[in-house]
Antibody, heavy 120, light 108 residues
């Protein structure tokens, strides 16, 4: 079964970091880029960035540069997103997705999402 | 960055009616790399349309996409009960990848 399974919900304090995982199954993990999209409560979708599992090359939106790190472990078909220096406005559902070709293909498979709550 | 503006914000229709959703870009979208996604409450988005007009695998043919350049449309020919949801357009040809603000299709 082709799917992306994400780690569970997280509650963090302002200033802390969070690491979310996304395990792929049912397809060749290294054939697709792993991308991340977030959605604040009641709001729209926002692209965060992505990583190429073949070479670790990352592609972050400028807004998150310096605070986000995306990596993969191809031995266990898993992608990770770490977001540091958390603020209350980072409270959101974080989705992992996949993209076949960077800047040519859409997000054709989505994980179920990981809720990150930032609160003191 | 390419800004996508979706209209209307909310569309109130009855089952069986036709829905027409608009997505307008602030600049020409490269190679018509525009997608539409459907999101139901508590669920992840689902890809409906890519390349402005190509249905994704398993998407019913009542969903169709059209347009080019800066103006794109998603049409649902006859609304089924399961189609009431929020729809987002996205351009994926130019970094940063951007989404529209969404159109909610609600039951009238």
């Amino acid at each position: 079964q082709v799917q992306l399974v994400q780690s569970g919900a997280e509650v963090k304090k302002p200033g802390a970091s969070v690491r979310i995982s996304c395990k792929a199954s049912g397809y060749t993990f290294t054939a697709y880029h792993a991308y991340w999209v977030r959605q604040a409560p009641g709001q729209g979708l926002e692209w965060v960035g992505g990583v190429n599992p073949n070479n670790g090359v990352t592609h972050y939106t400028q807004k998150f540069q310096g605070r986000v790190t995306m990596t993969t472990d191809t031995s266990i078909n898993t992608a990770y997103m770490e977001l540091s220096t958390l603020r209350s406005d980072d409270t959101a559902m974080y989705y992992c997705t996949r993209v076949l070709r960077l800047l040519k293909d859409p997000f054709d498979l989505w994980g179920h999402g990981t809720m990150v709550t930032v609160s003191s | 960055e390419i800004v996508l503006t979706q209209s209307p914000g909310t569309l109130s229709l009855s089952p069986g009616e036709r829905a027409t959703l608009s997505c307008r870009a602030s600049q020409t979208i490269s190679s018509n790399y525009l997608a539409w996604y459907q999101q139901k409450p508590g669920q992840a988005p689902r890809l409906l349309i890519s390349g402005a007009s190509s249905r994704a695998t398993g998407i019913p043919d009542r969903f169709s996409g059209s347009g080019s350049g800066t103006d794109f449309t998603l049409t649902i020919s006859r609304l089924e009960p399961e189609d009431f949801a929020v729809y987002y357009c996205q351009q994926y040809g130019t970094s940063p990848l951007t989404f529209g603000g969404g159109t909610k299709v609600e039951i009238k």
